[in-house]
């Protein structure tokens, strides 16, 4: 069982810079990875980066992609999200989130798209990009 917490949202203008945080205690090699997840008014929930534990399989949803950098710290039980050149759209509540590992995930792409079937998940974040 892993218990997950997010830290870092905040109001930010366009343009700006905010870096979130998560710590997944409990967090274990039976689990494939860690993964950020955004959830706007009216929209379903998205996979908008997700990273392997040994960090050598990343994934960004095309509407981030170039902006947001995924990070993970395995010894510290952390995965972290930095979000540059954030725009109004971005404004969302932002969730990590973890999956255990299963036949069919076989990378980060997987797990975001695939994570919410069979993941734990944090309370979530604000962000918010307003001018």
């Known amino acids: 069982q892993v218990q997950l917490v997010e830290s870092g949202g905040g109001l930010v203008q366009p343009g700006g810079s905010l870096r979130l945080s998560c710590v997944a205690s409990g967090f274990t090699l039976d689990y494939y990875g860690l993964g950020w997840f955004r959830q706007a008014p009216g929209k379903e929930r998205e996979g908008i980066s997700c990273i392997s534990s040994s960090g050598d399989s990343t994934y960004y949803a095309d509407s981030v992609k170039g902006r947001f950098t995924i990070s993970i710290d395995v010894a510290k039980k952390m995965v972290y999200l930095q979000m540059d050149s954030l725009k109004l759209e971005d404004t969302a509540v932002y969730y990590c989130?973890?999956?255990?590992?299963?036949?069919?995930?076989?990378?980060?792409?997987?797990?975001?798209?695939?994570?919410?079937?069979?993941?734990?998940w944090g309370q979530g974040t604000q962000v918010t990009v307003s001018s």
């Open positions: 989130a973890t999956s255990r590992i299963v036949p069919i995930l076989t990378s980060a792409r997987d797990l975001c798209n695939l994570g919410g079937s069979y993941g734990s």
